[in-house]
């Protein structure tokens, strides 16, 4: 009997509407930012996100390297 092996990939994709951590290019200031399409390799956020503290920033385009994690909301104990 032959086994087949599958490889499982890890997708780090995000999709629209997510929310992710971005480094500002400004102040260097770590911050919230939603998805706002996808283009290419690229992506299009927003900063207005409620836990975000430049909320007013325009949107911007950014690379998917330029992404450091997902949100993940600080819910107080």
């Not at 951590?21 to 911050?31: A, F």
């Not at 909320?55 to 992404?67: L, Y």
């Amino acid at each position: 009997m032959k086994h087949l092996t599958h490889i499982n990939e890890y997708n780090k994709y995000y999709k629209d509407g997510d929310v992710v951590l971005i480094e500002y290019w400004y102040n260097d200031m770590i911050t919230p930012v939603r998805i706002l399409e996808k283009i290419g390799r690229s992506y299009m956020v927003s900063h207005n996100v409620t836990e975000s503290k430049i909320k007013n920033a325009p949107d911007e385009k950014i690379k998917s390297n330029d992404i450091i994690d997902r949100y993940r909301a600080h819910v107080p104990s």
